[in-house]
Structure formats: structure tokens, C-alpha cells
């Protein structure tokens, strides 16, 4: 069994930068992944980044391509959003998400073990 917790989350103002983690209990194998999802006001929860856990390679949904970084520190178990330039449009509850299907997927419904969420506001 894997608990995952985020940390991280809170108000920034537009074009700030907010980095969360996420620490996960129990043990990761090579062939999960590590992803982040949100979920705004009103809207479904979405995929955001998603690392492999052995090979560190890395996907993004095109909102956030070349301004937000997944990364993962195996030693510490845990893996990191680094998101840059936010805009309104980022607010949301920020998920940490394991899966392991051992194959991308940018599905809630893959992924099985979810932490609690961390609140990321932005405001004008």
C-alpha cells in the first residue's frame, strides 16, 4: 500500500512560481509513474505532468509545456511540480497520482493510489 501527500499549494499572484512535492510511503517499482493532475472550480479533474519512475522520462498536457517541470528523487520517494509563469487558469486542487499500469496513461481511472490535494490559487 502507497499513501502519497502534497505539499506546497497556496495564493500566488499571476506570473509567480510554486513548486509542490509530493512524498510517498511504501514502496515505487520501476515501471510506475508518478503524475499530477488538478482540478479547477467547476471543471473535471485534468492531467498535468507525469514522470516514469525508473527512466525519469517526462510528459505534459500542452497547457503547461515549456512552463511547469515534473521531476522525482527516487532516493527521497518523492516527485516535484515546479510551475513557472502561472496563469488564472492554473487554479485548481493539485493531485499526486501513482499508477501502475506500467504504461502512460493520462486517465484518472489509472491511476490507484491519489493523495489528498493541495490548494494552488492565482490571482490577478
Known amino acids: 500500500q502507497v499513501q502519497l501527500a502534497e505539499s506546497g499549494g497556496r495564493m500566488v499572484q499571476d506570473g509567480d512560481s510554486l513548486r509542490l512535492s509530493c512524498v510517498a510511503s511504501g514502496t515505487i517499482y520501476s515501471n510506475d509513474f508518478m503524475a499530477w493532475f488538478r482540478q479547477g472550480p467547476g471543471k473535471e479533474r485534468e492531467f498535468v505532468a507525469a514522470?516514469?519512475?525508473?527512466?525519469?522520462?517526462?510528459w505534459y498536457t500542452d497547457s503547461v509545456k515549456g512552463r511547469f517541470r515534473i521531476s522525482r528523487d527516487a532516493a527521497a520517494n518523492t516527485v516535484s511540480l515546479q510551475m513557472n509563469n502561472l496563469k488564472l487558469e492554473d487554479t485548481g486542487v493539485y493531485y499526486c497520482a501513482l499508477s501502475k499500469a506500467a504504461y502512460i496513461d493520462y486517465r484518472p481511472g489509472s491511476y490507484g493510489y491519489w493523495g489528498q490535494g493541495t490548494q494552488v490559487t492565482v490571482s490577478s
Open positions: 514522470i516514469n519512475w525508473r527512466l525519469a522520462k517526462t
